[in-house]
């Protein structure tokens, strides 16, 4: 069974500082999707980023960029340049690529990004 | 914006009722997933439609419901309500729901259930 955790509860970070959100996973599956989702305290669920398993490159999405380490199943966000308005929870997740394309999320990080 | 549309945005009802919450994806995609976000369970996954027939469960109780109509809109199902059952519901949709790793799930807004 797929896995993801997420051991940061909450991370503060100063505006304008670069933030690392952590995130490792567990999975025997070969081909596999990662996926950072960032949920504002309004409640809706952005997606942000993606990483397959077989990418050569670290993904990038203008201020995001996702840290793949593949031996070492971890699939950190890195915010760069945070803003206020990065103050939300992130989620990491998983995608299945059997029959069930399913997610699978780990239990999240609240960020606060302070002045 | 996502793309992806959900009614009612919220729902307050009694214990033993039966609600329906409604979910409309994103232009052009075939698979709608339904997923429970709970503060006890986090996200979970519930459900999922690929053009109009099941794909996958996850942990959706026999309670729970759901159906992929011809126009792909999507209606979620939750009867004989339970306290328990207060959370914010999920809708996301994606392009293709087949066996590829690239394909991303956009949600929509949500549903905010509260059973009293």
């Known amino acids: 069974a797929q896995k993801i955790t997420q051991t940061q509860p909450g991370m503060f970070v100063q505006e304008k500082e670069a933030v690392t959100l952590d995130c490792t996973y567990d999975?025997?599956?070969?081909?596999?999707?990662l996926f950072w989702y960032k949920q504002p305290s309004s409640g809706e669920m952005i997606f942000l980023i993606y990483q397959g398993s077989y990418d050569q490159q670290n993904a990038t999405e203008g201020r995001y960029s996702l840290n793949f380490q593949k031996a070492r199943k971890s699939a950190n966000l890195v915010i760069s340049a945070s803003q206020l308005g990065d103050s939300a929870m992130y989620f990491c997740a998983m995608r299945d690529t059997g029959t069930a394309s399913k997610l699978t999320f780990g239990t999240g990080t609240r960020l606060q990004v302070t002045l | 914006d996502s793309g992806v549309t959900q009614t009612p945005k919220h729902l307050i009802t009694a214990t033993g009722q039966r609600v329906t919450l409604r979910c409309s994806p994103r232009s052009g995609d075939l698979s709608v997933y339904w997923y429970q976000q709970s503060l006890d369970q986090g996200l979970q996954f519930l459900i999922q439609y690929y053009n109009g027939e099941e794909r996958a469960k996850g942990n959706i109780l026999e309670r729970f419901s759901a159906q992929q109509f011809p126009d792909l809109h999507s209606e979620l199902n939750l009867s004989s309500l339970e306290l328990g059952d207060s959370a914010l519901y999920f809708c996301?949709?994606?392009?293709?729901?087949?066996?590829?790793?690239?394909?991303?799930?956009?949600f929509g807004p949500g549903t905010r259930l509260t059973v009293l």
């Open positions: 999975t025997s599956d070969p081909s596999y999707g």
């Open positions: 996301a949709s994606s392009g293709f729901g087949l066996l590829s790793s690239t394909d991303t799930q956009y």
